[in-house]
Antibody
Framework: QVQLVESGGGVVQPGRSLRLSCAAS????????MHWVRQAPGKGLEWVAL????????YYADSVKGRFTISRDISKNTLYLQMNSLRAEDTAVYYC?????????????????WGQGTLVTVSS | SYVLTQPPSVSVAPGQTARITCGGN??????VHWYQQKAGQAPVLVVY???DRPSGIPERFSGSNSGNTATLTISRVESGDEADYYC???????????FGGGTTLTVL
């Protein structure tokens, strides 16, 4: 069965850096795009970043562009999110999620599996 | 960027039908996907590509999409359906994924 297990969260001071990891298993990791999605306390879901299956494409939400970097290590079946210049508003639970193409005439993509999340708190 | 609008809350009595809407400009031309998130848990996909259900999701969950509104319908609502529900689409102009603001379903 598909499993996504995030790690690396914690408390960090504003302006500092943190790297999140997501260990994937139960599917061919190298064949699927992967995402990070976050949820601030008491708020809704916010898409953060996408890396394509072949690592050619990387896209970021405007709120994190230039500060966060998504990457993956196929040999370790692991997804990463390097977060630099952290701000208080980056405080959230960060989920990794597996991408799935919708197919059909309309196309599109959705998240078919999610990890349990890791909490990042940015505070002095 | 593309914007999805959901009502903040919907309330329904047990056994009744809940309808959660997701509004967007010509959303009927896009595939819409729905996620259920119970308190303290990760989101779970409940409907994809407008109206398909993943394995393990009860038939009580259904979806539709036309014009400027997509709808998640939950029939014969149970107390266990209490959760936040999010709609999501793919913004083809940016390749970004977009979520609605979420709707809290309360079972009275």
């Amino acid at each position: 069965q598909v499993q996504l297990v995030e790690s690396g969260g914690g408390v960090v001071q504003p302006g500092r850096s943190l790297r999140l990891s997501c260990a994937a298993s139960g599917f061919t990791f190298s064949s699927y795009g992967m995402h990070w999605v976050r949820q601030a306390p008491g708020k809704g879901l916010e898409w953060v970043a996408l890396i394509s299956f072949d690592e050619i494409y990387k896209y970021y939400a405007d709120s994190v562009k230039g500060r966060f970097t998504i990457s993956r290590d196929i040999s370790k079946n692991t997804l990463y999110l390097q977060m630099n210049s952290l701000r208080a508003e980056d405080t959230a639970v960060y989920y990794c999620a597996k991408d799935r193409a919708a197919g059909g005439l309309k196309g599109g993509y959705y998240f078919d599996y999610w990890g349990q999340g890791t909490l990042v708190t940015v505070s002095s | 960027s593309y914007v999805l609008t959901q009502p903040p809350s919907v309330s329904v009595a047990p056994g009744q039908t809940a309808r959660i809407t997701c509004g967007g400009n010509n959303i009927g031309s896009k595939s819409v996907h729905w996620y259920q998130q119970k308190a303290g848990q990760a989101p779970v996909l409940v409907v994809y590509v407008d109206s398909d259900r993943p394995s393990g999701i009860p038939e009580r969950f259904s979806g539709s999409n036309s014009g400027n509104t997509a709808t998640l319908t939950i029939s014969r609502v149970e107390s266990g359906d209490e959760a936040d529900y999010y709609c999501q689409v793919w913004d083809s102009s940016s390749d970004h994924r977009v979520f609605g603001g979420g709707t809290t379903l309360t079972v009275l």
